[in-house]
């Protein structure tokens, strides 16, 4: 089974940046489609950046410009640069990896980690 592990969160300034990664314990990596999510105290989990079919992104518009999501095969490592920080993304961000078996969508999940801006 996958187990993702999430790193880089904390305190950061506005208008500061940060780098959250996830380290993934899948050699077959590469096959799951990978995103990041948030979720602020009283609000549901949203969609921050996420992999889709074709090699496209689908980034929320609140943080389009601002955050970019990458990946690292070689180390089962995605990544989430985080620049241009707004108190508004004050929220524990959760890495997600997706694949589909037998026409089944498997979702897994990290355990989030803490991104909090302020001054």
């Known amino acids: 089974q996958v187990q993702l592990v999430e790193s880089g969160g904390g305190l950061v300034q506005p208008g500061g940046s940060l780098r959250l990664s996830c380290a993934a314990s899948?050699?077959?990596?590469?096959?799951?489609?990978m995103g990041w999510y948030r979720q602020a105290p009283g609000n549901q989990r949203e969609l921050v950046a996420a992999?889709?079919?074709?090699?496209?992104?689908n980034y929320a518009d609140s943080v389009k410009g601002r955050f970019t999501i990458s990946r690292d095969n070689a180390k089962n490592t995605v990544y989430l640069q985080m620049n241009s920080l707004k108190p508004e993304d004050t929220a524990v961000y959760y890495c997600n990896a997706k694949y589909v078996i037998s026409g089944v969508v498997v979702d897994y999940w990290g355990q989030g980690t803490q991104v909090t801006v302020s001054s």
């Open positions: 992999e889709t079919s074709g090699s496209n992104i």
């Open positions: 899948e050699r077959l990596f590469s096959r799951y489609a």
